[in-house]
C-alpha cells in the first residue's frame, strides 16, 4: 500500500523559507519520479517540482531559482526547500508518485501560508 505523508508547512512572512517533507511507505523512491503540486483556494492544482529517479530536477517557472527539490533515497524521504517566499506561493502542497503499472498517489497535504 502506497502512502505519501507531507509535513513542514506553515505561517511565514515574506522573504521567509520554509522545508517540507514526502515520507513515502509501500514504495522506494529510487525507483520513481517523485513531484511536488500546491493549489490554492478556487484554483486547480498546479505542478511545481519533479525530481526523477536518477535525480534529474525541473521547475515551474515562477519558482525556479527560489524552490530546490531533492531526496534521500534512504530515508525514502522528498524535499522541496522554499526560500524567498512571496503571498503567491500560499497553497496546500501535495506530493505525488506515479507508479508504473499501479496509477499516480497523492498525499494528504501541507498548508503553506506566506503573510505579506
Known amino acids: 500500500q502506497v502512502q505519501l505523508v507531507e509535513s513542514g508547512g506553515g505561517l511565514v512572512q515574506a522573504g521567509g523559507s520554509l522545508r517540507l517533507s514526502c515520507a513515502a511507505s509501500?514504495?522506494?523512491?529510487?525507483?520513481?519520479?517523485m513531484a511536488w503540486y500546491r493549489q490554492a483556494p478556487g484554483n486547480q492544482r498546479d505542478w511545481v517540482a519533479t525530481i526523477t529517479s536518477g535525480g534529474t530536477t525541473t521547475y515551474t517557472d515562477s519558482v525556479k531559482g527560489r524552490f530546490t527539490i531533492s531526496k534521500d533515497n534512504a530515508k525514502n524521504t522528498v524535499y522541496l526547500q522554499m526560500n524567498s517566499l512571496k503571498p503567491e506561493d500560499t497553497a496546500v502542497y501535495y506530493c505525488k508518485v506515479l507508479v508504473s503499472g499501479s496509477g499516480h498517489y497523492w498525499g494528504q497535504g501541507t498548508q503553506v501560508s506566506v503573510s505579506s
Open positions: 509501500g514504495i522506494l523512491i529510487r525507483f520513481n519520479d
